[in-house]
């Protein structure tokens, strides 16, 4: 199954992996990471390998679904909300202002919640209401999969990853 660069992206973040470490885990140089996460063709062999070390992290990526665009669980128990609402900011392409500003949040408030990794019930709410009105689709845990998200279809920057 190919995994959307920004699916990729996301799930680096979220295992809180460098460039560099992904790049180890999945046997590529630092600048294959680099270009995936610029969105630029890759192998199916190199968005394979990419994959399988987030995977070896824990990481399940989930394919599309009729009109639900890919998806991408967090480690069972490890998934914290705001871990979950980061990601899927992450993949959706918002920097931290753009996220800040959809969810009417200072990027100051934004900024110490990420440092911190909790955030207060409000601003969680209002992040998790800013990506739902982009189209994002919140998922919780189950069965064994931790809590995570699908992108709108509409949003990834390939159509041939629309899987």
């Known amino acids: ?41 890759m192998t199916q062999a190199t968005l394979a390998a990419l994959r399988d070390a987030l995977v070896a992290c824990g990481m399940t990526f989930e394919p599309s679904a009729g009109d639900l665009g890919p998806g991408l669980r967090l480690p069972p128990g490890n998934e914290s909300e705001l871990s979950v609402l980061t990601a899927a900011a992450d993949a959706i392409g918002l920097s931290v202002d753009e996220t800040a500003a959809a969810a009417k949040l200072s990027g100051r408030t934004l900024v ?47 159509d041939d990853l629309r899987f």
């Open 112 to 158: 110490r919640a990420r440092s911190a990794g909790s955030a207060s019930a409000k601003t969680l709410s209002a992040l998790r209401a800013a990506l739902e009105k982009k189209g994002v689709l919140f998922v919780e845990a189950d069965g064994g999969h931790g809590a995570g998200f699908r992108i709108p279809l509409s949003m990834l920057s390939r």
């Open 1 to 41: 199954m190919l995994v959307p660069n920004e699916l990729l992206r996301a799930a680096r973040i979220a295992a809180d992996l460098s460039q560099i470490e992904l790049a180890a885990a999945a046997g590529l140089d630092k600048g294959t990471v680099v270009r995936s996460e610029a969105n630029e063709r």
